[in-house]
């Protein structure tokens, strides 16, 4: 078998065009998926034009002044900011690539966000102008996304602003205390003190006189305004975060996006590889009128099987070691988990091997087997990615059971498990990938009675 | 090489039935028949590619050796690569030894670096045949082996199975050829629709149809009429 296979390696050798691209196509989906989720402290350019006067930048609220620059800065959180002058060079940048996005700040936001603080008006309200690239859908969903988010931080922080404002004034109405209008200081009595000063009044006047009435009525009062108050504070607290969001994992660890595609670029390579190294090389022994030459003497249909689906695991583990590795410049692999995920990438690969070897027996063709192999990888694969709760009960039942024959599926599991520590760990998908390895080289085997 | 009461059948169809025929060694033998007739599936079943569903061949398929008509080597390697590897797989016991031999039997020693899709169809045909010499069997089968090969690779490819016939070795070959077979073969074997029709000289198939035919083709053809084929 080890001449079989060294045969094959320099078959390949002299083939150095096919080589390269399966090795470059390792390469390349891990550098594109490297820029895709690059690490997070990446940021994006985005061009950024402010209107804004630096006159008007502050927001009036009661006596205070607030800088409205210290909130837009939140936008800038998590993009890379390009500084523009003018809304014709932000449109340029844009569209020349410089940047994904442009945020355009108007020179009237402040007036318009003092209008919605004070109450004062019903007009238009404060709005932020983002212009989008959309030549790419993906890239321009993710901005939005991410502006999107900064912009809730930004309201959060104004609304947070407001509240701690507001609930001083409360604080002045219900103790007392000093307040600064137009420039001049008052001391204000307060609720409580209101409340005192009415109850000693009360102690001392005769209980017959004709004043306690109202001044009983001005003390209850007080005091209902005081308990009542009291509570506002919370409640205030409250409007700029009513909902609050409790995360709890009640099935799965918890695996993030990144690290999740990390996964999926890679089963998917281990799959192209291995399909079409086990089933091409395979049908190219047809194809060379080998077969029979082999298997009537020197070798056996097992172990050409066999050493195909080695072949098939060899060449996909090297082509997607080397996509890890470009990954790995770009975002953190978990090296201390390498047993685990070359494990997954072993146990893979030689099912990803077998099931080519299925398909090159049956289609005894090195064509017809590279586009059987996409043909039914690329369903398979998408089916392996509907998540439960999307479809009805019984068709997600279905689409696990077809998911289970096919590889995908388990490697992908089995992967996450080795990279990420993802549920259900690796024990069970890589048990899954042994069966399918066996079966479908059983598959192939019956394939080759028929084959030369 | 004796072949005893070969049948084969795949699923209703009978592709052989009840073959029997001798080979001495150093003896050509050619099979000729019409397409269809069974004569690949004959050297295979002696070749041990097929199996038999009854009758026996006396050498098992490791005193065998195999050419079958597409050359089954592999174009990426070079001939001696390619002789190499198949040394190997049959267990030579000195493959570079067997290499060295096959390499100077089939005149490609100055090739032996080139890769086998950078050769003319004959001298492929010669590696071809050269790897069924490998393990140096005692039969070699040779299914249709000029079929591909302009009439100077052919008479070249002649010289050189004549040689090994004159060496001891029996080969038995297939063509459609029927002029080949009259040339080359010591003896013939007639096959039409799996049936053994023939087996003799040249003459002897002259003289079956009255002897007055203008040529051994001419006198096939009217035997397998008279044979109902």
Redesign the interface.
Known sequence: MR??LL?DL??LR??PLLVALLLAYGGLVGALLGFAVQRDDVKPKVAFLNEVPSSAVGIKIGSQQIDASKYANRLFESVDPIRVKTRAEAIDTVRRGDAIAALIIPPDLTRRLQSVISLAGTGAPPTVEVLYNEENPLKTQAVESRIKARLADANKAISQKLTQISAGYLGILLHGGEFSLLGQKFSVLGLQRTRDVVQQTLRRLPNDAPQRADLERVANFAQLAIDNLDLSKPVLASIGEPLHVKRTVVAGKHVSANAFYIALAASVTLMIIGLFLGGGMLALERE???F????????SRWELLVEKVLLGAIAALAATLVELVVISLFDDLRWGRIAGWMAALLIGGLAFGAVGTAFGALTRDVRATTLLAILVALPFAFLALIPSGVVAGWVYDIVRIVSAIFPFKPALQALNAGLNDADPGLARPLAHLAILAVAYTAIARAGLRRF? | MNVRGVTKRFGDRVALRDVSFEAADGELVAVIGPNGAGKTTLLSIVGGLLRADAGEVSRPPREVGWVPQQAAVYSKLSVAENLRLFARLEKCADPEAAVDRMLEQTGLRDRAGDELGTLSGGNRQRVNIAVGLLADPPVLLLDEPSSALDPRQRERLWEFILGLASGGTTVVFSTHDVGEAERHADRVLVLADGELLFAGTPDELEAEVGGDARDFEAAFVRFLHARGH
């Open positions: 001449w079989l045969k320099q078959i002299r083939s060379e009128h080998a029979g030459r082999l298997v009537r003497g020197p070798v030369a």
